[in-house]
């Protein structure tokens, strides 16, 4: 199938947004492991994981659609700290979120409703899992303080 070449571009950014968020996910989740931070290693690892399904899904629709899918991440800068990963990460989901709704107007316009459809699945993890859970995390920082936080962090993972 033969897809408008505004959606085959338009996938293709979001791809390399998804590229960049695992790749981001990765570095944090193995800096959390670095610092002894388990459980917050194993839910960023989980996160990694879940960008590379929604990489892999936008991948196969590019291709599906007869696409040449651009597979460079975009660039980002890891965070230092454990607040400053954490606030980097709700960035790139709120601009995920973001890219998304555009795109989805964009297959709207086009009338590509199975993408459309897709990529709806994908805003609903990324508002719902995703950028909730980190802003439950910031508002965890806020309430019992950073060396609280820190330290619930720790050991095991549940």
Same mark, same amino acid.
């Given at each position: 199938m033969q897809g408008h070449p505004d959606v085959i571009s338009c996938l293709n950014a979001l791809l390399r &947004?998804?590229?960049?968020? /695992?790749?981001?996910? %990765?570095?944090h989740s193995r800096q959390y492991e670095d610092q002894g931070f388990m459980r917050l290693y194993e839910r960023i690892h989980h996160e990694m994981e879940e960008e590379t399904v929604h990489a892999d899904v936008i991948l196969r629709r590019i291709l599906f659609l007869g &696409?040449?899918?651009?597979? /460079?991440?975009?660039? %980002?800068?890891?965070?230092?700290?454990?607040?400053?990963?954490?606030?980097k990460d709700l960035a790139v989901e709120y601009q995920v979120r973001?890219?998304?709704?555009?795109?989805?107007?964009?297959?709207?316009?086009?009338?590509d409703f199975q993408t459309r459809d897709l990529?709806?699945?994908?805003?609903?993890?990324?508002?719902?899992d995703h950028a909730y859970?980190?802003?439950?995390?910031?508002?965890?920082?806020?309430?019992?303080?950073?060396?609280n936080y820190l330290q619930a962090q720790m050991g095991a993972a549940a």
């Open positions: &947004g998804e590229l960049a968020a /695992r790749d981001q996910y %990765f570095i &696409g040449k899918p651009d597979m /460079r991440p975009h660039a %980002f800068e890891p965070g230092d700290t454990v607040e400053a990963m954490l606030r973001d890219n998304l709704r555009a795109a989805m107007v964009l297959c709207e316009q086009h009338r990529l709806l699945a994908q805003l609903k993890d990324t508002e719902e859970w980190l802003e439950k995390q910031l508002g965890l920082i806020d309430k019992i303080g950073l060396p």
